[in-house]
């Protein structure tokens, strides 16, 4: 068997220095390596030992912080967010009645209002889903300021909920005749909905509508030829050609 080539490498066990002289004893790699560890075993204990109460103290500190955060998860949130959801069904019944006025404060059957749910649950999702529904609520009654306030307070996430958040700014805006918040708000609105024809058609509509209306002609031809082409499922679309043709002719 043909050897390997070990040419400019050191023999296992061989001095690392090359001689010896007289009595001293060799210094071996295998040695380097050993005392090293040793070193460092020594350092780690010596470490801990200094610092043995501030080690023990942080363990015990984490630990606690895990096993609040369990009991809090189990014994408080669980619970909180069980009976808030309980709570809200009676003024979410009043909501779909278009109710909105008794659904806000007082939707009967020992069911508690949406204010009443984001003052108790509001670190709840059914607290800040009340928040949308206060927005609602507030906007159909004509009440524009609040409705804008409890939108900027909705915590919108997943795909369709961010479009309709924007939505209602969009709508309180306008509404407050605050007209670049509002075109601001929809195009948000549109930008959130993503490739969701309805939704983003929807909003679309209301700023292509919105631009006629100040009379920016060129913006609001642009919003309904994108309605058209990008979101030409959606219902609004169906009306996109009529207003094409008279913006065109205003031009």
Known sequence: MAKKNNIGRRPTGTPSTGRTRGTASPTIEGDDTLVD????????????????????????????????????????????????????????VQFERDSFSLALANPGQGGLGFLDIIDDYGSTEAGNLANYY?????????????????????????????????????????????????????????????????????????????????????????????LKTDFGQSPEAASADKYITMLEMAQ
């Open 37 to 92: 560890i040793v070193e460092v075993r020594d350092q780690g204990l010596d470490f801990f030992e200094r610092n043995r109460n501030t080690i023990i103290y942080g363990a015990l500190l984490i630990g606690a912080l895990i096993a609040a955060y369990f009991i809090y998860q189990t014994f408080v949130k669980q619970p909180a967010e069980r009976n808030a959801a309980a709570a809200m069904e009676q003024a979410q």
């Open 134 to 226: 206060a927005a609602v609520s507030y906007l159909n009654l004509g009440q524009y300021e609040a409705a804008l306030d409890f939108a900027k307070a909705f915590s919108a996430e997943g795909q369709l909920l961010p479009a309709m958040k924007y939505g209602i700014i969009g709508d309180a805006e306008s509404e407050l005749g605050n007209t670049d918040a509002a075109i601001s708000a929809y195009e948000s609105a549109i930008s959130a909905a993503g490739e969701n024809f309805v939704t983003g058609g929807y909003y679309l509509n209301k700023l292509g509508l919105l631009l006629r209306s100040q009379g920016r002609t060129d913006e609001a031809l642009a919003a309904f030829r994108r």
